[in-house]
């Protein structure tokens, strides 16, 4: 049975027009009917138009009205997000256009099917998508959908770098630099005012100092970072950089470090007796006096500013350096948590040269200040002493530095964890920031001083580093 004939029995049947046995020739002879069965074709066709516009119809109505969700951004970092027509369902659009992504900073890559760019600006953004689907026309006007997407701030841009008060009398630069020669080493140091304190125009708390003494050959590298809830720590953290390299500027020329070269050079030719255990003595005994001259410099400093001795807080690092024909002498001394990695020539070993006052919970560190660190037990192991042939790195750092990149101190003891961060001085960081650690880098300040501007959630604490190389 034909398709046109089932249609006119149906429409019979509709209109209730009811087709007997004594009709059945008469029927037969009605759809057989050449002018019957073109009215019928045309309705069957019309039909099938009518649908297929409605199904069309309706599937454009889906797409414009289909939620499309793709990646957040963030202001001035590289953008990437895949616009994959398969996985929405779109199979049946032949033709596209983007409109919009170059106001923000995007383009549409059709190969890859990747929207990408570097976004110029932050909110709720949005782009235009224009397209035809299979079946219309191909002068068919463009059907429009506005696709929205989220750009983040800049974490960066949220911050205020507020500059701090120079007619303070405890001012100091809210960064600094300095690079320069240790013998046949090479120095450089960066001391960043942390964003908590440039956000609130506040003082930057870390200090540095170095100095190298033609004269004996020893070299003297400080590190101090002041409590940052004692009122000016900042003072502190000065007092005890400044006060170290005045002590041994006196003290280095002295009768009693050429004992130190002599007991050296018998330990190392294998002439004496517990030369090692002397050394140790040595270096216990006479940087012992430097830590407690330090300490004492710090009270007679408060009983001048007419301040408590713990506003004046400060961690302090330090290390002594010496070239000798047999390789270096480092001598090391800490207190808090900051840390000093010496890596050996050929990067496959590192030695930490003092330990960190950590606490469990927080809230452990000690300070140069506090006189219970010359009556602790542990007292003589704040001391380090290494004889190396030479060396690659020997890094001292704030926990401004410590905190964002080793994260716990168990990382301080791990090669690996030091490579790492070596890769991330190298340039293998977000935002691509190399220094050149090279002889005659009239730029390395900079470069050191750019890097430490890296972006890390909830570490927002001033930073120091140096690098001897």
Not at 51 to 73: A, C, H, M
Not at 141 to 170: A, G, Q, R
Not at 357 to 365: A, K, N, Q, S
Request: glycine letters at 6%.
């Amino acid at each position: 049975m034909s398709e046109e004939i089932i249609y006119i029995k149906n429409l019979f049947a509709n209109r209730g027009i009811i087709l007997n046995n004594k009709l059945e020739h008469l029927f037969d002879a009605f759809v057989k009917d050449e002018f019957n069965i073109k009215a019928v074709q045309q309705i069957l066709e019309n039909q099938k138009m009518l649908t297929e516009k409605w199904k069309l119809k309706n599937r454009i109505s889906d797409i414009l009205q289909q939620p499309v969700s793709i990646p957040n951004g963030t202001v001035n970092k590289p953008y990437e997000a895949k616009l994959d027509f398969i996985k929405l369902g779109w199979n049946e659009i032949v033709f596209f256009e983007l409109f919009g992504l170059d106001d923000l900073g995007l383009i549409y890559e059709p190969l890859e099917e990747v929207i990408s760019g570097i976004p110029l600006k932050n909110g709720d953004l949005k782009f235009v998508l224009k397209f035809r689907v299979e079946g219309e026309l191909e002068d068919s006007e463009l059907h429009e959908k506005t696709i929205s997407f989220v750009v983040n701030p800049d974490p960066k841009s949220l911050w205020k770098d507020i500059k701090s008060d120079e007619s303070d009398p405890y001012w100091k630069e809210d960064n600094i630099t300095s690079s320069g020669k240790l013998g046949e080493k090479n120095i450089v140091v960066a001391s960043k005012r942390g964003r908590s304190h440039a956000n609130v125009g506040s003082f930057r708390d870390d200090h540095f100092t170095f100095k190298h003494l033609d004269n004996t050959g020893w070299s003297i590298i400080a590190l101090a970072d002041g409590a940052g809830s004692s009122k000016i720590s900042r003072d502190g953290s000065k007092t005890a950089c400044d006060g170290i390299i005045n002590y041994f500027s006196e003290n280095l020329s002295t009768e009693i470090f050429k004992e130190f070269d002599i007991l050296l050079k018998d330990h190392c030719v294998g002439s004496g007796e517990n030369t090692l255990k002397k050394l140790n003595h040595f270096v216990y005994n006479n940087l012992g006096k430097a830590a407690l001259d330090i300490h004492k410099s710090l009270e007679q400093r408060a009983n001048k500013l007419e301040v408590n001795l713990k506003d004046l807080h400060t961690t302090l690092i330090f290390v002594l350096l010496k070239k000798y024909e047999f390789g270096y002498a480092i001598l090391s001394f800490g207190v808090g948590d900051c840390p000093i990695g010496l890596i050996n020539k050929d990067l496959s070993s590192v030695n930490l040269m003092n330990w960190l006052d950590v606490g469990e919970f927080g809230g452990g560190t000690r300070f140069i200040t506090m006189p219970e660190i010359f009556q602790s037990e542990k007292f003589a192991t704040r001391f380090g002493f290494k004889i190396v042939e030479d060396f690659s790195y020997l890094m001292l750092m704030t926990d401004g530095i410590y905190d964002p990149k080793f994260v716990v101190e168990a990382n301080l003891d791990k090669i690996e964890k030091w490579l790492e961060f070596l890769e991330d001085l190298n340039g293998k960081n977000e935002d691509n920031i190399k220094v050149d650690f090279i002889k005659d880098n009239t730029e390395i300040e900079t470069q050191l001083s750019k890097w430490m501007d890296f972006w890390s959630p909830g570490n927002h604490d001033d930073r120091t580093l140096a690098v001897i190389f």
